[in-house]
């Protein structure tokens, strides 16, 4: 499986815009970025996917860019509902893994009123 | 709609027993998967059921086992308990037709202890 890596750790306040970065470098053209996050207590949330383009959806944006080696997951206002841990995970069309999401340690979002 | 319903949320057992793990899938979905996540720690597949069968496992021993029953629900069964078995189990479904344009929707999960 390609592999992501995140930052461990990032901190916000509450209203203000929220960058998360995601770095991809041997992601194959077949592979699809999909975001989740996970509150406390709960398990992964689904939150946005993308191929090649940029997505937005009611939760999130997502910036791809153009060689696609790196993502940015973009939240636009952060709330306090919005601390929790943050996994980028890539998604191969076919073949072994096509079933599975691999996860990492994903970033721990922080969010101070 | 209700979402993904896993039961029991918490579990506690003694190195040896066998437990099982229940899982309803969100509904129209069609595939379900399990994963576990040891504390501080993201989810590890476990496997993936669709059609009643197993699809894909991740690299579990045998003593995990599963099945998946004709209304999509399924069952995770872990025999001869570890204390490193010890973990949230937790159950996501998806559906199939839609491939990887799609996300997966993950129960609460079920906290088992084992002592």
């Known amino acids: 499986d390609a592999k992501t890596t995140q930052p461990n750790s990032m901190e916000s306040n509450e209203e203000e815009p929220v960058h998360l970065p995601c770095n991809h470098s041997?992601?194959?053209?077949?592979?699809?970025i999909h975001w989740y996050r996970q509150l406390p207590s709960q398990g992964p949330e689904y939150v946005i996917h993308g191929l090649t383009s940029n997505v937005n959806n009611r939760m999130a944006s997502l910036a791809i860019a153009e060689d696609r080696k790196s993502s940015t997951l973009i939240l636009h206002r952060a709330t306090l509902r919005d601390a929790a841990v943050y996994y980028c995970i890539l998604r191969r069309a076919g073949g072994t893994s096509y079933g599975k999401l691999t996860f990492g340690q994903g970033t721990i979002l922080t969010v101070h009123p | 709609d209700a979402g993904v319903t896993q039961s029991p949320t918490h579990l506690i057992k003694t190195r040896g027993q066998q437990v099982t793990l229940r899982c309803s899938p969100k509904?129209?979905?069609?595939?379900v998967s399990w994963y576990q996540q040891a504390l501080g720690q993201g989810p590890q597949f476990i496997f993936q059921y669709y059609e009643e069968e197993e699809r894909q496992r991740g690299n579990f021993p045998d003593r995990f086992s599963g099945h998946q029953f004709p209304n999509y629900s399924s069952e995770l069964n872990v025999n001869a308990l570890l204390l490193g078995d010890s973990a949230l189990y937790l159950c996501a479904s998806s559906l199939t037709s839609r491939g990887l344009d799609y996300g997966y929707t993950f129960g609460s999960g079920t906290r088992l202890t084992v002592v």
């Open positions: 509904s129209g979905h069609d595939t």
């Open positions: 041997t992601i194959s053209g077949t592979d699809y």
